[in-house]
């Protein structure tokens, strides 16, 4: 699938725009701030303010998970949107200028009635790289159906969901209706599972997503979390419920599934700078493949050098040319 002659997307992505603010943490500070280790946590707005005064010569970068993604595929020069909800404060601005300089379209202005703040993580990054997450959501809980823009919505080749949003009743219909939209402009529109505590809490939801939906991308533990049993079973599974099944296993080979094709990919151990964006980036190399009609060894190849791009440096987007690493492996 590629983009048609009428400027069509192929990939955009429904998720929460958050701005992350990172700083180096050890584990004395984690434990004296309360902080737990190597999870994301959802948090109120005093508990924000409180962790972002405490941090240490904090640096910003425009985050969310989908939205990663899509800044991933911009690198790729892929034509893509990325439909979120910010405030008209500092850190909105800063977040829509920052997705236009990366190549990505935010059709959704940001939001001018003073209510919620823009949201924001904070991120302590751990010596090892281990990155414990501290997400104030605040205006993108609001996100809802009247967010998703029909013409950029039925214009897509490729949609892209954030399991995240169904921790919100009108997050959960934004996502339904912009993959509805999808569907009917002839795109296929698929999820990453997010995260084994947000399948948790929504396991009856996803596992009737899974069934709806053409791609769904998740690591080890998402997926055990999602069926309730072990890795191998629960990929048959999946492979029974949907098209396309990806899982991801922290460093070890990823499993990409379609029909009666298996393929294993192996990764390459690096020693991370800082792990995040890993499984954002994975999808965008991933999902790149998938919009350029690369068969699952290739896409699967193209998530790993993603993702090992990401974790050597600081931030969730890339900083090198995406193409260029593809071309020194042989993938394009």
Known sequence: MTAQANGRYHVIGIGNAIVDVFCPADDSFLDLMGIEK???????????????????????????????????????????????????????????????????????????????????????????????????????????????PEEVATDADLLFLEGYLYDRPAGKAAFEAAARLTHQGGGQAGIALSDPFCVDRHRADFRRLVKDLDYVIGNQHEWESLYQTDLTAALDQAARDCEVVVCTRSGEDVILIRGEETVTVPVRKVVPVDATGAGDLFAAGFLYGLATGQGLEVAGRMGCVAAAEVISHFGARPHADLRALFRHEGLV
């Open 38 to 148: 190597g999870i994301m946590q959802l948090i109120e707005r005093e508990r924000a303010e409180l962790l972002y005064a405490a941090m240490r010569e904090p640096r910003q970068a425009p985050g969310g998970s989908v939205a990663n993604t899509m800044a991933g595929l911009g690198n790729l020069g892929l034509r893509t949107a990325f439909i979120g909800r910010v405030n008209d404060d500092a850190l909105g601005r800063f977040y829509a200028s920052s997705l236009a300089a990366e190549g990505s379209d935010f059709p959704n202005p940001p939001i001018r009635d003073g209510g919620l703040p823009t949201s924001r993580s904070m991120i302590f990054v751990g010596p090892d790289g281990e990155r414990s997450m501290n997400t104030y959501l605040g205006i993108s809980s609001e996100l809802g159906p009247q967010d998703v």
